[in-house]
Structure formats: C-alpha cells, structure tokens
C-alpha cells in the first residue's frame, strides 16, 4: 500500500513484547542510490537519544505505528556499518529541485508515497512555480522517470507536451 511521506513520520514504534510504544519516527533515512527507505531515525521512549530503526525488523505497519518484537531492535547510527555511507550523505527528497535532462526546471519535491511492504519510493510530487501552477497543477512523477539523483538536484526523463484537441470538423 502506499502511502506518503507525512504519514510514515510521527508514528509510535510499538513492542510486541511489552505492547507498548518504545520510541517515535522521526526522519526517513533515505538511499538516493535505488529510492528505498532504508530505516527510520527514531526518538527513544526511555533514553529520549536517537535511535535507528531498520525497515527489515518492522513487522507490521499499522494505523498506530510500526510494530517491531522488542526495543533491542533500535540501534545506534554509529553502529550501522552496512549503512554508514548512506547514513552519512543524510539525503533527503523534500526540498530538492526536480529538472529534466534537457536542464527544463520542473519544481520542488513536496512530498513522496512509499510502498509499505517494500519502502521503496514509488511516487514523487513536484510543486511548480506559480505561473506553471496555474496553468498545470502539480505533477506526479513516478520512480521510473527519474533518470539520476544528484545531492542538489533529481534529473527526470523529458516530460510529455499535452497539446489541445482540435475541434471534430462538422458536416454544414
């Protein structure tokens, strides 16, 4: 199921052990390298320090928050060597400028929808400027578009011109 960014932050991270949450989402910890959210920064329920969920040890995701089997699944960044690299270019999708390989200005990415089951990010949204708002609305971009990811910027492939129908020619 996807669902976007601003529903996969804010929530409780819930033991099964204890039934209880342990910790609350903070930030994603994004791979700008294949789009997948690899884990959660958390702040711990007892410690308030911040902690890193991975999304292999999520168990399921509910309306109420990520369910894990207990707090030892919360790990600190430091000791994270597989994700060091990512963890260290702390990419975020918010933000960044979206253009095309033509070097055309697109927009800013307001939001994104991830696919719970996998975390891969399956959708980013661009805002435009205001002319091209008013004109166009918002677009949508699918992962499949996106042809590289730079720290400043998302290069897309080119975007398709929609131009008028003419107007069915009646018989007089």
Do not use: W
């Amino acid at each position: 199921m996807l669902q976007l960014s601003k529903s996969l932050l804010g929530k409780s991270v819930l033991s099964l052990r204890t039934g209880t949450p342990i910790a609350t989402i903070t930030t994603p910890i994004i791979n700008p390298n294949n789009l997948k959210i690899e884990g959660f920064y958390c702040e711990d329920r007892f410690s308030k320090e911040e902690l890193v969920l991975l999304c292999q040890d999520i168990r399921e995701v509910l309306p109420q928050g990520y369910v894990v089997n207990d707090h030892a699944v919360l790990t600190e960044p430091e000791e994270l060597v597989r994700l060091k690299d990512v963890i260290a270019l702390d990419f975020q999708m918010i933000g960044k400028q979206v253009e095309t390989l033509a070097k055309q200005k697109v927009g800013k990415v307001s939001d994104y929808a991830a696919e719970t089951e996998s975390m891969y990010i399956q959708k980013i949204y661009v805002s435009q400027s205001i002319m091209k708002s008013l004109t166009g609305g918002s677009l949508s971009i699918d992962r499949s578009q996106v042809n590289e990811i730079t720290p400043k910027k998302i290069i897309i492939n080119e975007l398709l011109k929609t131009s008028p129908m003419p107007a069915p020619a009646t018989a007089a």
